[in-house]
């Protein structure tokens, strides 16, 4: 950036013309940055869904984990009587 004219003389209107350019400069910079804050605030929105939608997803497997250990508790008893009939049973027919 030049500061002087084609004589080499630094003149108002130069001067003048660089203001001009840094203005220009300093605006499409501020909209460039308008422009990154709206992006980083819509990531952060999406961001906020999806971490949203982790917690909801790692409570239903919390959820089903839960149900599950009932269900193999369950089927730990069930085993156990049916071994304890059958033993019973056995024990009865003199086996």
């Known amino acids: 950036m030049a500061i002087t004219d ?3 003389r630094v003149t108002l209107a130069v001067i ?3 203001i001009e350019n840094i203005q220009e400069d300093v ?3 501020n909209g460039k940055i308008d422009n990154s804050n709206t992006t980083l605030n819509d990531l952060n929105v999406k961001t906020a869904v999806i971490e949203k939608g982790q917690k909801s997803i ?3 497997v919390d ?3 839960d149900k599950s ?3 193999d508790v ?3 008893i069930g085993n156990m009587i049916v071994l304890a009939v059958a033993s019973a049973v056995n024990f009865v027919k003199g086996e």
Do not use: A, H, P
């Open 6 to 8: 084609e004589n080499g």
């Open 16 to 18: 003048s013309n660089q």
């Open 27 to 29: 605006i499409e910079i």
């Open 58 to 60: 790692c409570k239903e």
């Open 63 to 65: 959820d089903l984990q």
């Open 69 to 71: 250990n009932r269900n």
């Open 74 to 76: 369950f089927v730990v």
